[in-house]
């Protein structure tokens, strides 16, 4: 961009980027108007008309001056997006190599990129009357009113707040509303303030790691938060934002997934009495641009959110925090294939403030920074709260005979745990009832049409489900090859185990806890609703049970299996096993209860779990980094990878083959691997292929990608050929 033009009276010609993924600008005539970089304007395009944001003024056209039209409208007369975001925004597009009109309306919320005036979402907020208050304290209101009397409290909260707190509270707003108990009124523009009483004393440990970020000042300082699970990691984070508050400043807050954001919000507003924005996908448009302007308006104290929040704009910025800043869902996985820790960084430096990266499992990466001396890391080596970490039991299930795949001393402790009148965890990667159904008579198996993968059996849907592409069926009664009736469901999902445990357990609530489970909105967080009372319950769940959440009557968690995670294909599996291990063992005994925690494993003297063991996620992370730096991969060289797809092997044999030409001869140390099948080389009918890029010098791989990535979007594009292009791609499928 070229800002020393932006000086000349009023430069002729609007450079505009459009929401489309291709890589070049297009140029208007400004129509005499001034214009700010940052404002959309409505501009013709073919034969009809279209939103752009101008990213740059010039005088000087990419074509023919005489070809060019004028712009239609302006629709903003301040930059929607500010200079320095747009900058950012503009250095991520090189960086993950993505369309720069597809990033910068990535950014905006949809509402926004619509054309919408920003005065069409006026800021709004919703406190409790006096009367509400009594109502609330007599009980005399039952249901969603009672619900959102008590979720308002004392305090005035934003729509984007409620809407993450109490989904489908609108309803009961507009009773309360007509009733007088709630006002909706304009937010307070009072000063904010943290809550009396509500901090712990910090220990020694969190005091030396909180002056240590203090001292360090404002401006650019990175720093990693290393501390297990409990050690009181929010804690800081809320030490620091509350500093933040006093001086003015802004503090961006992330979580790697929406199921996070609401006990995140409700421990902020446990603890501040002030504005907070928050983003994530599932707010209403409307309230998502009413929040995301509250924060580039500088209304909002702090913006809380998952991954795309990172793109909020901060015009008074003082603190960037990432929760769990190894998890992967902070990799964006399509489109704009960005990753929003790395962004974050980016961000920081750019708006010159100290970032935070939290996390009890430090990914790879983040380590080999920290061993580089660019990131300072503060342990975190003791839980807060007296409870030492749990106990890890190993069940080397080698000749044992297990019950649903859950062995005899687990089923024991599980026994005692449940006498004890506490909760259990039951840990399991996957859901469904069996991963494999198999004819015992013929070999048979249940496998997709179109990816020729096994299909998972479901068994309380008498369905069968590819979990790749989506294709269901279902589930027949006979073998559909040699018609015998013997057919078995291989190996265990969620439901199996939850099945087999309802059956042990009739007396105790057995809640499911995956994707499937918990598709509607909001359905986790009422879950773990009814294991708040304390009482006696089992959960069984995937992945999304390994993150964050507070039980304090949860004192034994299995994890039963964990050998597929052994085995993979995928470099990161190893990383990913020792974080998900030590995330879900952290899940134990987390209040005043010991905890303990038990492993099933046929192979207990894998090198990577016994280092686990042994020697802590440390160990485990020190073992993968030498595996790492011993086959030249991340962090010890950087990767990008391009996808391809399609119906037709031979339009994509060709355009891999062009695309392999269009690298031209390797340069600086490039190794280029391909094209190949892809790891799934058939997914929903669709042909797929890879070839991957390594370069040990990450300047290197960015100067090969710059030329690359238009020479393939030059190249022909075979119709219904998809490809991408993943720079630090988190999985290799
Ligand atoms: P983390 O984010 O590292 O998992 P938290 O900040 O959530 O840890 O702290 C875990 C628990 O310990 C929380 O209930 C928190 O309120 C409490 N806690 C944190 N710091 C202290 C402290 N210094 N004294 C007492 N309790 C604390
Ligand atoms: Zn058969
Ligand atoms: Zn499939």
């Known amino acids: 961009m070229n800002a020393a033009r932006q000086s000349d009276p009023t430069p002729a010609i609007l450079r505009v980027v459009l929401p489309l993924p291709l890589p070049q600008t297009f140029d208007y005539l400004s129509n005499g108007w001034t214009v700010p970089v940052g404002a959309r304007v409505r501009v013709p395009f073919g034969r009809s008309h279209r939103i752009g944001v101008v990213v740059e003024t010039t005088d000087e056209a990419d074509v023919d001056r005489a070809r060019l039209k004028p712009v239609d409208a302006l629709l903003d007369a301040e930059p929607l997006i500010d200079p320095g975001l747009l900058a950012d925004l503009h250095r991520a597009a090189d960086y993950w190599c993505g369309a720069f009109g597809d990033v910068v309306f990535g950014a905006l919320p949809l509402a926004l990129r619509d054309g919408h005036a920003t005065t069409d979402f006026a800021e709004q907020a919703w406190r409790a009357t006096q009367a509400g208050t009594a109502a609330r304290d007599a009980r005399s209101r039952r249901g969603g009113s009672a619900a959102l009397l008590t979720t308002l409290g004392d305090a005035t909260l934003s729509a984007s707040e409620l809407d993450t707190l109490l989904p489908g509270w609108r309803a009961a707003a507009r009773r309360l509303v007509a009733a007088g108990l709630v006002a909706c009124v304009a937010p307070p523009a009072t000063a904010p303030r943290t809550r009396e009483g509500a901090a712990p004393v910090l220990n020694d440990e969190q005091a030396d790691a909180l002056a240590s970020i203090l001292s360090a000042g404002t401006g650019f300082h990175p720093f990693l938060l290393h501390g297990v699970t409990g050690s009181g990691k929010t804690e800081i984070y809320l030490r620091l934002t509350e500093r933040m508050l006093q001086q003015g400043r802004q503090t961006l807050w992330l979580v790697p997934e929406i199921g996070l954001v609401p006990q995140a919000l409700r421990r902020l507003r446990a603890r501040f009495d002030a504005r907070i924005a928050v983003l994530h996908s599932n707010l209403a448009e409307g309230e998502r641009a009413r929040a995301w302007l509250e924060a580039r308006a500088g209304a909002a104290a702090i913006v809380l959110g998952t991954r795309s929040a990172v793109f909020a704009p901060l015009p008074r910025p003082g603190l960037i925090v990432v929760d769990e800043e190894h998890d992967a869902s902070y990799k964006q996985q399509d489109g704009f294939r960005y990753h929003a820790r790395d962004f974050a960084l980016l961000r920081a430096q750019s708006l010159d403030v100290p970032i935070v990266l939290g996390s009890a499992t430090p990914s790879l990466e983040t380590l080999a920074n920290v061993e580089a001396g660019r990131y300072v890391r503060l342990r975190l080596h003791h839980r807060a709260r007296a409870q030492p970490a749990s106990p890890v039991h190993v069940l080397d299930l080698r000749g044992l005979k297990l019950a649903h795949g859950l062995s005899p001393a687990l089923l024991e402790a599980l026994d005692a745990c449940i006498a004890r009148g506490e909760q259990a965890l039951v840990f399991k990667n996957r859901r469904g009832y069996a991963p494999v159904l198999l004819c015992h008579a013929c070999g048979w198996h249940a496998a997709c049409p179109n990816c020729e993968k096994p299909l998972t059996l479901y068994r309380g849907r008498r369905q069968l489900l590819c979990h790749h592409c989506g294709h269901t069926e279902r589930a027949p009664e006979a073998c559909p090859h040699c018609g015998a009736t013997a057919l078995i469901p291989q190996g265990q999902g969620t439901e199996r185990l939850e099945e087999a445990l309802v059956a042990r357990y009739p007396d105790v609530p057995v809640l499911r806890v995956d994707r499937e489970s918990t598709r509607q909105r909001n359905a986790f967080g009422k879950l773990l609703d009814r294991l708040a009372d304390g009482k006696p319950a089992i959960l069984v769940g995937t992945q999304i049970l390994a993150k964050g959440h507070d039980l304090p009557n949860l004192t034994l968690v299995a994890i039963v299996g964990v050998d597929e995670g052994l085995h993979s294909v995928d470099f990161h599996a190893g990383e990913r096993l020792a974080q998900l291990i030590v995330q879900v063992a952290g899940r134990a005994g987390r209040a005043d209860k010991p905890g303990s925690v038990w492993l099933q494993t046929h192979e207990p003297d894998h090198p990577l ?16 980094m030498g595996e790492r730096l011993a086959s030249s991969l991340p962090p010890f060289a950087h990767l990008a990878l391009l996808r391809a797809e399609s119906a037709r092997h031979d339009a994509l044999d060709a355009f891999m ?26 997914r929903a009918g669709r042909h797929r292929a890879q070839l991957l890029l390594e370069s040990p010098q990450r300047p290197a791989l960015r100067q090969v990608l ?28």
Request: hydrophobic share 50%; proline share 11%; charged share 15%.
């Open 706 to 733: 710059a030329a690359w990535w238009p020479r393939l979007h030059a190249l022909p594009q075979p119709r219904g050929l998809r490809w991408s292009l993943d720079v630090d791609p988190v999985d290799l499928y």
């Open 609 to 624: 779990l016994a280092t686990l063991l042994q020697g802590g996620y440390d160990a485990a992370a020190a073992l993968q």
């Open 657 to 682: 083959a062009a695309a392999r030409d269009a690298l031209g001869r390797p340069v600086g140390g490039l190794r280029i691997n391909g094209p190949i099948a892809a790891p799934m080389p058939l």
